[in-house]
């Protein structure tokens, strides 16, 4: 064995127990109360749902039944905001989503990590926000720490753990610029 390896301690989960029970009480709540829901249906119980457990979501925010919340408290959904299928919400930290932003399917949102100079792994946490009018990608993955900026678009399959500015499509791993976003105005 490595001689770095073996100065590494066992992870101690430093959240506590009353954090561990509201996540067990989470997830078998939104596991018999909506995840058999198909898609889209039943937004409304969904947000009540995520609302007891202290998220922030507005009227008309969309959540996919298939999305999976670490902890409801830390997230805030603004008017039309929409996590798609099968999104990871891995929200140990802040997430906010802002008006008519959407993470597509499959894409996961990790506010956490482990310090991977201490000997103990200490559990580190930064906030994500996505902007309003901001699109995540199909499968693609944000860091901790990070903002999409307003109408950024993060490509699919991508992975960022740096800021993307606003009116920006970036794609990659890492993600990286790739042009400026012009929205066009269909004059019919």
Same mark, same amino acid.
């Given at each position: 064995m490595a001689e770095s390896e073996s100065r590494l301690h066992p992870y101690v989960n430093h959240l506590g127990i009353k954090h561990q029970i509201i996540r067990l009480t989470w997830n078998f709540t939104w596991t018999l109360g909506a995840r058999w829901l198909p898609r889209s249906i039943g937004s409304g119980w969904k947000r009540f749902l995520l609302r007891l457990f202290g998220a922030k979501i507005a009227p008309n925010a969309v959540i996919y039944s298939s999305t999976r919340i670490y902890y409801p408290a830390n997230l805030t959904m603004?008017?039309?905001?929409? =996590?798609?299928?099968? #999104?990871?919400?891995?929200? %140990? $930290?802040?997430?906010?989503? &802002?008006?008519?932003?959407? %993470?597509?399917? &499959?894409?996961?949102?990790?506010?956490?990590?482990? $310090?991977?100079?201490?000997?103990?792994?200490? =559990? !580190?946490?930064?906030?994500?926000?996505?902007?309003? $009018?901001?699109? !995540? /990608?199909?499968?693609?993955? %944000? &860091?901790? /720490? %990070?903002?999409?900026?307003? /109408?950024?678009?993060? /490509?699919?399959?991508?992975?960022?753990?740096?800021? !993307?500015?606003?009116?920006? #499509?970036?794609g990659g791993n890492p993600a990286k610029p790739i042009k400026k976003r012009a929205i066009r105005h269909n004059c019919n």
């Open positions: 603004r008017p039309y905001s929409c =996590l798609a299928s099968n #999104v990871e919400c891995y929200n %140990v $930290d802040s997430i906010i989503l &802002g008006e008519h932003a959407t %993470v597509s399917q &499959g894409a996961m949102l990790c506010t956490a990590s482990h $310090d991977i100079y201490d000997a103990d792994n200490r =559990l !580190i946490t930064a906030p994500i926000e996505i902007k309003k $009018d901001a699109w !995540i /990608g199909a499968r693609a993955f %944000v &860091g901790m /720490g %990070v903002t999409i900026g307003e /109408g950024a678009v993060l /490509g699919a399959c991508s992975a960022t753990f740096k800021n !993307i500015d606003s009116w920006t #499509v970036a």
